[in-house]
């Protein structure tokens, strides 16, 4: 299956992930059908990039970064990784690899281990890898552990049931950053956390990210959460990418027509905006059995009937501004090659 | 503290959190443990009776003769009294004597068979629920053959064989009968150990913390031990403290088919078996044993059962 | 067959809810959870009330109170609620059956745990309508239909014979919907109905609600931590905080003129689409506080970045602003007085002293 092509990737020196036609399957048990859960899409990161993963459950987004992780790995395409290819690696390199980038979840109390002292799990890693003497990890723990904002003395007394879930958050947030690692993919991290506690983690994020220079992918399905931490922002459905474009960008001129509508069904917290008509009716249809062309072609309002025979491809809309629409509310524009 | 992080106003935090525990665990109902604590303590005593028996002075020893009244040795003759608390059988040894010893065979039958089918049965299971696949099928296939086989059955072969390795090869000495059925009923508790284990281990697996240690590079072998292994403990030692008490009756079944231990120890079964026939004259023979089987089994129930309720509380939270 | 609600009794032309000091304690463990600790308010018919907070504040507890669904053991109940002019709070399960169905009616978050997986969709819409209004199996199941099409369900009709494990998260809540609305309840509580959902499908969700209420002419109870929802679908809004009704107005009189610290800082701290990307957030600090030990005073005092001594040792009554008798509050100093702004003052004033001090230690 064709992918969306690669028009968006960048080729900067500076690219610290690249994927390029991932595809993820899962086989549907015994009946031979296949959930296509991620359908040939390509990103790139840059060193230092906070790139939002946006799109509803079944879009894939959480399978891409799992899949980035390796953890199962993707049924095709590449992961390159700091300039190595992930996909092929086996054994150690590949345990070896995974340190340098981490994974936070978005159930905070599970994916601690229940059993164990918090302390012990976040010095882990350090354990695992043999990282320095015994003083200099309890060190390295202790100072992260206080960074995040969870008090290290507490932290070698109790389990994770014990903390609150956005203390749970931090805590996860600590272990992924004991080993230095220059990716974080954060899964749906603050989805599951209170309101008043998500800006805590979110400003959390932003801070440690500029303090140990950290490059980030962020998972989410809250648009206004992704647009206040992401550089840029992929917006995907159905297991392929719809856009991809500059936060600020993808928000203010907005050419995909699922983006438009996702941009207008968020609940705005001021009664005085008019709550405009939802513009889009029915499900997604099933991973199993996408549809034909365009996979957003059944809900869309400005579907032809191009759109239910050929794949769109990434086109340019703008600068840095990419949209795989045949009918983009923003005319795609020819960037010139330099 | 937080000084390298921008600081704003007193809203931004990243201060060290109160002591408090935020999540309270609320139990539902605090019936007084009446039953676990009988269960303990009867177990605890009669553990501390049977191995240290022969120190007790109040227990003689299961093969002396107990006088009767008249000074006579009898049969099936003296009920219970205050020289013989279960009474006499019919060899005139005393019931209570030969029930505690025969304690401390059943006990060691049970908890050895239990801790064999546990090892054996728990490294299958999670082996196969950690690795799925090919390793899966396979370890199925051996746990569907083992539960298939008539349990009684495989009990009775097992054993007239063992009996004749037993006598062929030299290094076998040492499988006397007793060990012969505690191999026999282990293997026959892998089966089920080996299930209950794979199932946990399966949805174990799929949980995130489990992802994370993967994710931080743990070997498999340390991801089983160290995150999946402390989280079976729970569905283990209940399971183990319930089958326990099954095995245990089990024992006393083979010895009712007389496939028991060797002669001149006492087991329950063994107990219940010889004396079943003159249950009209001299009830205590076998009732006694039958009691104390019947009792010893409950409270392992009872344990296991509190044990299960503690754990899940625990797991409520995760 | 349920016992009909004597006429009498029922006060047609009064509020559909009336609440009065209504408290709800658990005893646990640890102690006394103070859930629910004395919460007043009043719901007109066929007005959309929604209540919003965080985990601990209360809100959930407190609709489940009004609808009597508290375990039956270990709970205590305080206070007066009064369903059309009928005391319901004192009613045991027996006695509230009469009442849930029929008169009220509840939507949970979770879809998929709230419908039996083994039932067929229809059987679950029918059985409500041949229990509470004896309705013939026929009768049921067509208006079972009839229902279906309503919550705009497509193919109606072979969705009857499905089970819910067959439908999307969004169907699902929609049958959970038409089973509330099957006897024609005049009070909907809905809780959390759309966090479990897609945003998309939420929206979708949010306006089948608006829709259902004005056509039935329905209170509407929504719970939710959602801002963002309650803007837009409702009529009033009641926050709360720490177990207690810290704030109630109209919805656009709350927006336009917050009065307690609370929901200012709750407004300011989630991200909004118009602001730039990686704009601060105006973090909350701390947590929600401890139900079992609630701060003495007013119970956002420690968190709250206005606080003063008074805050800390005397709880705020609930009071109407001078603008608007409707609108309620308890704050000792609210957004918008003089101490505010003064408080204001002072925390900018800190804030530069603090930068200058990181600025002078180098980091």
């Known amino acids: ?338 | 503290m937080t000084t390298t992080i921008a600081p704003s106003t007193a809203m931004t935090p990243a201060s060290p959190e109160p002591a408090a525990e935020l999540a309270p665990r609320k139990r539902r109902f605090k019936r007084p443990p009446i039953g676990y604590a009988f269960a303990v303590v009867f177990l605890v005593t009669l553990t501390l009776m049977a191995f240290l028996a022969d120190y007790l002075p109040f227990i003689p020893y299961p093969d002396a003769k107990i006088l009767g009244p008249d000074g006579k040795v009898g049969r099936y003759d003296w009920g219970p009294s205050w020289t013989a608390w279960f009474g006499t059988d019919g060899v005139s040894n005393d019931v209570f004597s030969k029930t505690i010893y025969g304690a401390r065979t059943s006990l060691q039958v049970g908890v050895f068979a239990t801790v064999l089918g546990i090892v054996v049965g728990g490294a299958l299971g999670v082996i196969a629920g950690y690795f799925r696949g090919m390793v899966d099928r396979v370890v199925m296939i051996i746990t569907d053959c083992l539960l298939a086989l008539p349990a009684l059955l495989l009990a009775i072969i097992l054993v007239n064989r063992l009996d004749d390795y037993r006598l062929d090869t030299a290094w076998l000495g040492w499988l006397s009968r007793k060990w012969q059925i505690v191999l026999t009923l282990g293997i026959l508790a892998i089966a089920p150990l080996a299930r209950i284990v794979r199932a946990q281990t399966l949805s174990l697996r799929e949980r995130e913390f489990v992802l994370a240690a993967r994710s931080i590079g743990a070997k498999p072998g340390r991801v089983m031990l160290r995150e999946i292994l402390p989280n079976l403990i729970p569905v283990i030692l209940t399971v183990a403290f319930t089958g326990l008490s099954i095995l245990i009756a089990a024992e006393g079944a083979l010895a009712f088919l007389g496939l028991g231990v060797e002669v001149g120890t006492p087991t329950w079964g063994k107990l219940i078996d010889e004396n079943r026939n003159k249950i009209d004259e001299s009830w205590w023979a076998t009732i006694f044993p039958c009691m104390m089987l019947f009792l010893t089994v409950l409270s392992f129930n009872l344990i296991g059962e509190r044990l299960s309720r503690r754990f899940d509380i625990r797991q409520a939270g995760v | 067959m349920s016992t009909q609600i004597q006429a009498t009794s029922r006060d047609i032309d009064g509020p559909l809810l009336e609440l009065k000091d209504v408290t709800t304690h658990f005893k646990t463990e640890r102690g006394l959870v103070r859930a629910v600790d004395g919460v007043s308010f009043t719901l007109e018919r066929g007005k959309a009330l929604g209540i919003v907070g965080e985990s601990g504040s209360g809100k959930t507890i407190l609709s489940r109170s009004i609808m009597g669904l508290l375990p039956p053991r270990g709970t205590i109940r305080g206070g007066s609620i009064k369903f059309e002019g009928r005391e319901i709070g004192n009613l045991d399960r027996k006695a509230m059956r009469s009442v849930w169905g029929k008169e009220m009616a509840m939507i949970f978050q979770d879809p998929m745990t709230s419908l039996n997986p083994v039932m067929k969709i229809g059987k679950q819409i029918a059985e409500p309508l041949q229990i509470h209004l004896g309705m013939t199996k026929q009768n049921a199941w067509a208006t079972a239909e009839r229902l279906m099409q309503d919550v705009r369900i497509p193919e109606a009709k072979r969705r009857l014979e499905q089970y819910p494990h067959e439908m999307s998260g969004g169907m699902r809540q929609r049958v959970m919907i038409a089973i509330a609305l099957a006897c024609g309840p005049t009070a909907l509580f809905a809780d959390e109905p759309t966090t479990a959902l897609d945003v998309t499908v939420q929206a979708q969700i949010l306006d089948l609600l608006g829709e259902q209420r004005k056509d039935r002419n329905m209170s509407l109870v929504l719970v939710t931590h959602d801002l963002g929802v309650v803007a837009g679908h409702t009529d009033e809004i009641a926050v709360m905080y720490g177990g207690k009704l810290v704030e109630k107005a109209s919805t656009r009189g709350l927006f336009a003129n917050m009065k307690m610290p609370y929901t200012e800082a709750l407004l300011l701290s989630i991200p909004k689409l118009e602001d730039r990307s990686h704009t601060r957030l105006n973090a909350i600090a701390g947590r929600p506080p401890d139900l079992v030990n609630p701060p003495k005073g007013c119970r956002f005092s420690p968190r709250c970045p206005y606080a003063v001594d008074k805050c800390r040792d005397e709880e705020p009554p609930l009071i109407a602003t001078a603008e608007d008798p409707n609108h309620l509050y308890a704050c000792w100093y609210p957004v918008g007085s003089e101490a505010y702004h003064e408080a204001k003052v002072r925390i900018a004033a800190s804030k530069d002293a603090m930068s200058a001090v990181a600025v002078a230690g180098g980091n």
């Open chain 1, 1 to 338: 299956m064709a992918g969306t092509g690669k028009a968006h990737l960048r080729d900067s020196p500076d690219v610290l992930l690249r994927i390029e036609d991932l595809v993820v399957e899962f086989p549907v048990g015994r009946t031979g059908l296949k959930v296509n859960a991620v359908s040939g899409i390509s990103l790139d990161v840059l060193k230092g990039e906070t790139l939002g993963l946006v799109g509803e459950s079944g879009c894939g987004k959480s399978t891409t970064g799992r899949a980035i992780m390796q953890l199962p790995r993707p049924t095709s395409g590449s992961v390159q990784f700091e300039g190595r290819e992930l996909t092929s690696m086996q054994g150690d390199a590949m345990r070896e690899a995974r340190t340098r980038m981490q994974m936070i979840f978005q159930d905070p109390i599970s994916s601690l281990n229940p059993r164990r002292k918090v302390r012990q799990i976040v010095m882990e890693p350090l354990t695992i890898w043999k990282r320095g003497s015994e003083a200099e990890r309890s060190a390295k723990v202790d100072a992260i552990l206080d960074k995040v904002g969870i008090d290290p003395v507490r932290a070698g007394e109790s389990q994770p049931h014990q903390f609150s879930g956005g203390q749970c958050q931090r805590i996860s947030i600590a272990r992924s950053l004991v080993l230095d690692p220059s990716l974080i993919i954060c899964d749906e991290p603050v989805s599951a956390l209170d309101v008043s506690v998500q800006a805590q983690v979110l400003n959390l994020l932003e801070d440690l990210k500029a303090e140990y220079g950290l490059t980030l992918i962020f998972i989410a399905h809250d648009l206004a959460v992704v647009k206040n931490i992401s550089d840029r922002v992929a917006v995907m459905y159905l297991g392929k990418i719809c856009e991809v474009a500059p936060s600020d960008e993808l928000y203010a001129n907005p050419a995909h027509h699922y983006t438009s509508v996702l941009l207008n069904s968020i609940p705005v917290p001021d009664p005085e905006v008019a709550i405009t008509k939802t513009s889009i009716e029915g499900e997604p249809p099933s991973p199993v059995l996408p549809p034909p062309g365009c996979r957003f072609n059944t809900r869309c309002p400005a579907a032809q009937d191009i759109c239910r025979s050929e794949e769109p491809q990434l086109r340019a809309v703008g600068e840095g501004h990419f949209v795989a629409c045949h009918f983009p509310t923003v005319t795609p524009v020819e960037l010139t090659l330099r």
